[in-house]
């Protein structure tokens, strides 16, 4: 089997990160920030790299290919979370 094309893998993330914004649990409104943790969130192909963002005013973050294999990976898996997360709770 190929590996999946970066923007499959995109969709694939774009879709937790949409179930993450519905979520009244996950999305709860942080007052001290007076932010939703999940606003207007996708993940898009940028080149051979994928762009992450889980706040609509913020860049994002970008993986790389593997990095973002591994991330939708831990998603699928139950992981909770942006990539900054997801890097947390890998090397902890």
Do not use: C
């Amino acid at each position: 089997m190929s590996p999946p094309l970066l923007g499959e893998v995109a969709d694939r993330i774009t879709k937790h990160l949409q179930l993450f914004a519905a979520d009244s649990k996950v999305n709860a409104y942080d007052k001290a920030k007076m932010i939703f943790p999940y606003d207007s969130p996708y993940a898009t192909q940028a080149g051979a790299k994928l762009r992450v963002k889980h706040k609509g005013y913020l860049s994002g973050e970008l993986l790389s290919k593997r990095e973002a294999i591994e991330y939708l990976a831990w998603l699928d898996a139950g992981g909770i979370g942006d990539p900054v997360a997801w890097r947390m709770s890998v090397t902890t």
